[in-house]
């Protein structure tokens, strides 16, 4: 293979030096450098009459230099100065410490041709330092005066050196690339060709051939990873499940009817509407002959693990054993001790299995999985250790699976020999685009009701000068019994971040500000079982007060504590201020969530006014995409994929275009062996692989 097309280095206009510095930007193939995208275009192809410009306007003007300033002063460099001509008027062109400018435009006789912002300037007006180009005799200036890429660059890289690159590239690649998209498929949803596209993205002849273009490359970009997602569907579909029969009329152990009996005597209220829609979508799933992979989202408070409890009794009444997985100690506990208050009245013994427990404990915990006498077991990373083997494994439960990777989900399905059904559960609540593009693969049920009588959380936001009156009414709450969350963004002292540090916080509330309170400490560089006494010490209300950063961001449900203080709010995106209010209101106390900020951006402002006026996590986790793009919202790393072009949000229906075609080309070509997805095969090999390889959330 040619150097050229092989290694990034060899391409004219970067060499070696150049080539460290588009690895900072992810680059580091030819290829790579060719879906370098333009981040947004400077039309510099119209040239105004210099008497015509303005103060504001970016502007091409062509002319002659008439007068050159510039004194060079000792080691000092003053700025260059030159007077541009037309015939009609002059624009004074002005350049900072750059003095080889000077001596360009010294020895230059001919006209030069410059880009830049006209400003009002002291005796004329100006363009400080302007892109410019010096004419030769039979230049007519048409490569500088035509509509220019402006490319998201770094250190070491300015425009000029990537718009030089990436032609070089172009002239080299384009020429051979073969479309991996079917023409049918082009045909039917409007795509142009994608050399041409490639092209006229980087080198567009008018404003006009962009969004075309791009539209094409952000298809291709979603196209991919939804043709792995379809297949995985696919493949599910086609594996020999379990089939749980619900119906006594097919030889069924029980009946739709009497498992809703079950359920009325297992659980002390009545499910919402939205809790029974769910368990009907998960309980036809478990019917069906291939294995359930289901993700139900749900709000903070919206009753998942009643969801999951009635998953669970339909597994273990048509004869299988069933296991919910958390990702902590404290969460597995929590869920064990509340799934045991709804099986004990109806006879189902439910098992805990932890690294924490003692060989005795273990070994008997482990007998009974195995002999089948346990048919509800709970526990954490454990579960899927080689020790635990299940006597007859039917169906998997995780809870807040995007704190799990690929490898421990494809763990748990190993337990049995059939693959079993498997339910994800998460109380993030997931904008409808963002869970086609990472959750493709998964059926869907939303849980979009809470149960009546949960008390709505009232929320406040409050500036940092009123941090006294804030913690005086922790104090109040405290006093009458309460217990009180203060969260911080930080564990330790960051100039850079100026953010409240957890443990400098601790000691100030514990020695200064409640001194008669008992104040406790919870960060993510405790060791597990420091975390894990911390917070049962709160659990069991021996802690009045707990200071802590994030950790205490997911799951954990402490009734008497009503009260959070979540300092430097700002620093927080909103599906994570959302999950950590979601702390509080959980018993029959009245909740306050007080956002303690100082919002020094229009964003971070923003963000305060909507925590306040909302509590839909479905609402904010929109509104958190909208303001922050999808970046690290859900962790974009945790699917392998990183879109170069696309937006989740101006693109949803070029989206749903590329779900559509996937679709159809699995349905048609499960595994791309005809000719026409020749090209499109290995790049969905390497994105499955990729994929694999990569945690999930």
């Keep these: 293979m040619d150097q050229v097309v092989s290694e990034l280095q060899y391409v004219k206009g970067v060499g070696p030096r150049l080539a460290k510095s588009y690895e900072k930007l992810g680059i580091r193939t030819p290829q790579e450098l060719l879906e370098h995208f333009p981040r947004r275009y400077e039309d510099r192809s119209k040239l105004p009459k210099i008497a015509s410009i303005r103060p504001g306007q970016q502007v091409t003007v062509r002319g002659y230099i008439r007068q050159l300033d510039y004194r060079p002063s000792g080691g000092r460099s003053l700025p260059i100065k030159a007077t541009l001509h037309d015939g009609t008027g002059s624009v004074q062109l002005v350049w900072f410490n750059q003095p080889w400018i000077a001596k360009k435009l010294r020895d230059c006789e001919g006209e030069i041709i410059a880009f830049g912002t006209v400003k009002e300037g002291r005796y004329s007006y100006e363009i400080a330092s302007p892109e410019f180009e010096v004419l030769d005799a039979e230049d007519d200036g048409e490569s500088f005066a035509r509509i220019v890429p402006i490319y998201p660059a770094t250190d070491g890289l300015n425009q000029g050196n990537i718009r030089k690159a990436v032609s070089s590239v172009m002239e080299k690649l384009l020429p051979s690339l073969q479309d991996f998209v079917p023409s049918d498929l082009r045909r039917k949803f409007g795509l142009g060709n994608q050399r041409e596209c490639i092209a006229r993205l980087h080198h567009p002849e008018s404003l006009d051939d962009v969004p075309k273009a791009r539209r094409r490359l952000v298809f291709d970009e979603f196209l991919v990873p939804q043709v792995v997602m379809a297949q995985l569907r696919a493949s599910t579909h086609r594996e020999t499940g379990i089939a749980f029969d619900f119906d006594h009329s097919s030889g069924g152990l029980f009946s739709h009817g009497e498992i809703w009996e079950d359920v009325a005597k297992m659980l002390p209220f009545e499910l919402t509407g939205a809790q029974r829609r769910v368990v009907n979508e998960i309980w036809d799933d478990m019917r069906a002959p291939f294995p359930m992979h289901r993700l139900v989202q749900g709000d903070v408070g919206s009753g998942k693990t009643a969801v999951a409890a009635c998953a669970i009794l339909a597994a273990v009444r048509a004869g299988y054993q069933a296991a919910l997985m958390a990702p902590t100690e404290i969460l597995a506990e929590q869920h064990a001790a509340g799934l045991k208050r709804f099986f004990h009245p109806i006879g189902i013994e439910v098992e805990l299995v932890m690294g924490k427990q003692n060989a005795k404990a273990r070994k008997k915990s482990l007998d009974k999985i195995a002999n089948g ?93 009123e941090r006294q009156s804030v913690y005086e009414g922790v104090r109040k709450l405290v006093q009458e019994g309460r217990q009180a969350y203060v969260v911080c963004p930080l564990i330790e002292e960051s100039e850079k971040m100026q953010a409240q540090a957890a443990t400098d916080l601790f000691y100030r509330l514990k020695v200064e500000t409640f001194p008669e309170f008992r104040v406790g400490l919870l960060h993510g560089q405790m060791k597990p079982a420091e975390k894990e006494a911390v917070m049962e010490e709160f659990r069991d209300h021996n802690l009045d007060i707990l200071v802590s950063t994030v950790v205490i961001e997911v799951g954990v449900d402490v009734k008497n504590a009503s009260v959070m203080v979540i300092e430097d709010a700002n620093r927080f995106g909103l599906s994570q201020l959302h999950q950590i209010r979601g702390r509080v209101g959980r018993g ?16 971070a402002e923003e963000r305060m006014k909507i925590m306040v006026e909302t509590q839909d996590g479905f609402r904010l986790a929109e509104e958190d995409l909208r303001i922050r793009g999808p970046g690290d919202l859900m962790g974009t790393k945790q699917s392998g994929q990183v879109f170069k072009i696309a937006d989740l949000i101006r693109d949803a229906e070029i989206l749903e275009d590329a779900r559509k075609a996937a679709a159809m080309i699995v349905s048609s070509d499960p595994s791309l062996e005809k000719s026409e997805h020749a090209l499109l095969r290995p790049r969905v090999e390497a994105a499955a692989a990729q994929r694999e390889s990569v945690a999930i959330g």
């Design 373 to 465: 006498e346990a048919l509800v077991v709970v526990g954490t990373h454990a579960l899927i250790e080689d020790t635990v083997k299940f006597h007859r494994f039917g169906l998997g439960v995780i809870d807040e699976q995007h704190r799990f990777g690929v490898k421990q989900r494809q763990a748990i399905k190993e337990k049995s020999e059939i693959p079993p059904d498997i339910l994800v559960m998460t109380a993030t609540p997931i904008p409808r685009t963002m869970a086609m593009a990472f959750y493709g693969d998964l059926d869907k049920s939303v849980i979009d009701e809470l149960p009546p009588g949960r008390k709505p959380i009232k929320t406040h936001w409050k500036r940092t000068n």
């Design 588 to 603: 029959e106390h009245a909740s306050y969530c007080i956002l303690v900020a100082d919002a020094t951006t229009p964003d």
